[in-house]
Nanobody
Framework: QVQLVESGGGLVQAGGSLRLSCAAS????????MGWFRQAPGKEREFVAA????????YYADSVKGRFTISRDNAKNTVYLQMNSLKPEDTAVYYC???????????????????WGQGTQVTVSS
């Protein structure tokens, strides 16, 4: 069982930056692929970014590529999402997730994830 707790959300102006953190319980953090997803009001949850077990491989949605960076610190059981050049359309609740796929295929399929955090709100004003 893994518990995930996100933090770092808030209100920021367009063009600004935020860094989200997701702290995981348990001693097997490095055995999980970690991903970030988001859900805007009235929309379905969508993939944002994912990182492989060691952090050596990462994958991004086209909408955030070049602006967001996912990273992980296995010693701290934490995954991060650095968000730069934020846009109003980035406004959403952001969720981190942990999964155990057989191999890392980009991590964009939410069905690969077994554990989800409660989410943190990110609001970008224009």
């Amino acid at each position: 069982q893994v518990q995930l707790v996100e933090s770092g959300g808030g209100l920021v102006q367009a063009g600004g930056s935020l860094r989200l953190s997701c702290a995981a319980s348990g001693r097997t953090f490095s055995s999980y692929v970690m991903g970030w997803f988001r859900q805007a009001p009235g929309k379905e949850r969508e993939f944002v970014a994912a990182t492989s077990w060691s952090g050596g491989s990462t994958y991004y949605a086209d909408s955030v590529k070049g602006r967001f960076t996912i990273s992980r610190d296995n010693a701290k059981n934490t995954v991060y999402l650095q968000m730069n050049s934020l846009k109003p359309e980035d406004t959403a609740v952001y969720y981190c997730a942990a999964g155990s796929p057989s191999w890392f295929r980009g991590g964009s399929d939410e069905h690969e994830y077994d554990y989800w955090g409660q989410g943190t709100q990110v609001t970008v004003s224009s």
